[in-house]
């Protein structure tokens, strides 16, 4: 309708609500691809539990608001100490349900407390893992975007064995051969859920159910990049609309410019002390890709005689080395002397958590040893730092076995790891592993095989890239059908 001269109205951005499961490799991915909306004319608002609320930092909460994303509340009922991490099944499994229960009232509530204020929600982003986001959605008539954070590779084994598109043999198992793209994948390298549930199965329900309502949302986003798993995600995209906005790192460290900008820190950190100035500072006194930097991320937890192994590794490797070991790890490091004469030989700093992308895109660190969570394994691969796959659970050994056979980028301890939970992996394993990927003719091809998929996602993330203009296309499409 012609308004006759008057000036119109601008129109509202829209307003979606952000809502990551409350783990730190949940959260990380939600809210980096929420930064990247914010340019695009989309307003968000960060729902964190009041745990993760409680513990992120005071810097922390003034980026978010120099970004302008609005942070708010949800509760889970688990107000003291979040979310129980760590693969004591029966707890997760009753946190998973009373998230449910008091985080689907919380978020009802929230959603009309902000129409009634006149902040109307348009598009709840939420994790694929809490689908009944979804549910409260659709009461209220939101439009909703489905974000799973695993690789596309596992979402199309978990999609296809809870559909029975994935046939399975009473002897053989599963046959995974259905899904194009996938490398031949022994019990091994399947996400650990498949086949070692433990006593209570209700973590495999929960992974299964992320495709339980999956069809009714209006957009299935990935934080993974078209170019480095082509054929899974085109598999999956016959049967849901997935579409790959990863990864989700901020593009200056992508292309080379991160420069320590406030605003442009990746994630938010949950754990503390955050020896950030630290690391850069040890870094810089380090030779080109002479580090190893070692961490298994926020959840992992090895047993004192693994450590110990793995201490022993980095040791007669000779190279140097940077360990995060979080707090609630740190009485299982071998003892004080052994650790003393490591510093002693300036060979070892071992932190309690660090800005694992500064460490990433530092250019001392010449390996990433790693639990293969889907972020890190995106991050290494994105920054071209060659790895060490040492999957613990979940799943990290189908994320390693792509590593170390389908981008090539490194290789993979050959104990340890996949459900076989005990065993331990050796020193002399792990001295092997760091010197086929930091040594000889090895170590150079696995580098440049790094540095050709570092190149394929810097293209992917940005402007004309497939992430790039996948995110584009979400903002604009979300706005026309908020309008
Ligand atoms: N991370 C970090 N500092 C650390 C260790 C990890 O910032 O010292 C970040 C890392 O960059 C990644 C996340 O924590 O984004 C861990 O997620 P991932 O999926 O790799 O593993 P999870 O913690 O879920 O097992």
């Given amino acids: 309708m012609?308004?006759?001269g008057q000036p119109?109205?601008?129109t509202p951005m829209p307003h979606c609500l952000a809502v990551p499961f409350?783990?730190?490799g949940h959260i990380n991915p939600i809210l980096e691809f929420s930064k990247r909306l914010i340019p695009k004319g989309i307003r968000v608002t960060l729902l964190l539990t009041p745990f993760i609320s409680k513990s992120i930092s005071a810097?922390?909460?003034?980026?978010i608001s120099a970004l302008e994303i609005g942070l708010e509340t949800i509760a889970d009922g688990h107000d003291?100490?979040?979310?129980?991490?760590?693969?004591?099944?029966q707890r997760f499994d009753a946190y998973v349900r009373t998230f449910r229960e008091i985080g689907s009232k919380a978020l009802a509530r929230l959603v009309q407390r902000m129409a009634d204020s006149g902040e109307s929600v348009h598009?709840?982003?939420y994790d694929s893992i809490i689908p009944w986001c979804l549910d409260v959605a659709k009461e209220f008539g939101i439009l909703t975007a489905d974000f799973f954070t695993q690789s596309c590779a596992v979402d199309a084994i978990y999609y296809g064995v809870r559909e029975g598109k994935v046939p399975v043999g009473e002897t053989t198992g599963y046959n995974f051969g259905v899904i194009p793209g996938l490398p031949a994948l022994e019990r091994r390298d399947l996400p650990t859920l498949l086949h070692d549930c433990g006593p209570d199965p209700d973590p495999f329900g929960l992974i299964l159910g992320q495709f339980s309502n999956a069809e009714q949302a209006d957009w299935v986003l990935c934080n993974s990049v078209l170019e480095v798993e082509q054929e899974e995600l085109s598999w999956l995209s016959n049967f849901l609309p997935f579409t790959t906005v990863g990864p989700t790192i901020p593009l200056p460290y992508l292309n080379n410019q991160h420069d320590n900008d406030d605003t442009d820190l990746h994630g938010l950190s949950i754990f503390k002390p955050f020896n950030e100035s630290t690391c850069a500072n040890w870094l810089e006194t380090k030779p080109k890709h002479s580090v190893v930097y070692v961490s298994f991320g926020s959840i992992a937890g090895l047993a004192a005689d693994q450590m110990e192994e793995l201490f022993?590794?980095?040791?007669?490797?000779?190279?140097?080395f940077l360990w995060v070991v979080r707090q609630s790890e740190e009485s299982k490091l071998p003892k004080e002397s052994e650790l003393s004469a490591a510093a002693a030989a300036e060979r070892g700093l071992i932190v309690r958590w660090c800005s694992q992308l500064e460490v990433l895109a530092s250019e001392a660190v010449g390996c990433f040893v790693t639990h293969c969570g889907w972020n890190s394994t995106l991050e290494g691969l994105s920054l071209g730092v060659p790895m060490v796959a040492v999957p613990q659970w979940s799943d990290q050994p189908t994320n390693a076995k792509y590593v170390k056979d389908v981008w090539r980028v490194g290789v993979r301890v050959v104990e340890g790891g996949g459900g076989e939970s005990g065993a331990v992996v050796g020193r002399e394993e792990i001295e092997r592993c760091l010197r086929e990927v930091m040594e000889g003719e090895s170590g150079e091809e696995i580098r440049r095989n790094s540095e050709k998929w570092k190149n394929v996602i810097r293209e992917a993330a940005g402007e004309g890239g497939?992430?790039?203009?996948?995110v584009g296309d979400f903002a604009a499409s979300l706005i026309s059908k908020s309008r």
Avoid at 59 to 63: C, E, L, P, Q, S
Avoid at 80 to 89: D, F, L, M, Q, S
Avoid at 466 to 470: L, T, V, W
């Fill in 2 to 4: 012609a308004n006759h």
């Fill in 22 to 24: 409350p783990t730190q």
């Fill in 466 to 470: 497939s992430s790039g203009s996948n």
């Fill in 80 to 89: 003291e100490e979040g979310c129980p991490t760590g693969v004591g099944a």
């Fill in 312 to 320: 022993w590794g980095l040791r007669n490797s000779n190279h140097y």
């Fill in 59 to 63: 810097r922390d909460r003034t980026r």
């Fill in 8 to 10: 119109s109205e601008p």
């Fill in 123 to 125: 598009c709840i982003i």
